[in-house]
């Protein structure tokens, strides 16, 4: 774990996007998006050939199979504590709402998601059963805090049974 941003004595520390890498100079750093991490989630760098350090969630099950092999390119990283570089900054998070199939549900989710104006990114929809759907939803977040809100408007909806973060099934990457 890395000192707090007050102890001068880390000197090869390096911020970007409101994240701090230890023991790297300058560097390009990027979220992942395939686990599409956001402040308030327990992070991890992983260096890749060529685009710098990718920032994962520490459970990012690509990076779990990845390290395996490769655990010499992972690095310290972290939020960096009451930064304004990413206080009005948007990150992206999937969800996916398993919720009965009914002609309104979309529009009472894309309503839910506009009263607290969230911006959806990406959905899909597929039909799970006769009378459920499960609906993969990209939202734009704050942190995890503002996500965790997010998630409970969307479980208070009519004919939602579960929500669940969950990887981005289109994007492998390291």
Not at 125 to 153: E, P, Y
Request: overall charge positive; proline content about 2%; hydrophobic content about 35%.
């Amino acid at each position: 774990r890395l000192a707090p941003e007050s102890d001068s004595s880390k000197t090869n520390r390096h911020a970007v996007n409101g994240v701090i890498v230890e023991d790297i100079g300058s560097c390009m750093i990027k979220f992942a998006k395939c686990c599409t991490p956001v402040p308030g989630d327990a992070i991890v760098g992983f260096i890749t050939k060529g685009y710098g350090i990718s920032v994962h969630k520490c459970d990012c099950a690509n990076l779990i199979n990845s390290t395996a092999t490769d655990k010499d390119r992972l690095v310290n990283v972290e939020w960096r504590k009451n930064s304004g570089e990413y206080k009005e900054a948007r990150f992206e998070a999937v969800m996916q709402i398993i919720a009965d199939d009914r002609i309104s549900m979309l529009a009472d989710i894309s309503t839910a998601l506009a009263e607290m104006k969230v911006s959806i990114l990406q959905i899909n929809t597929q039909k799970r059963s006769a009378d459920q759907s499960a609906i993969n939803l990209s939202v734009s977040c704050k942190n995890l805090g503002h996500f965790n809100s997010i998630v409970s408007k969307v479980k208070g909806i009519r004919g939602v049974s579960s929500v669940e973060r969950m990887m981005s099934q289109s994007r492998k990457e390291l």
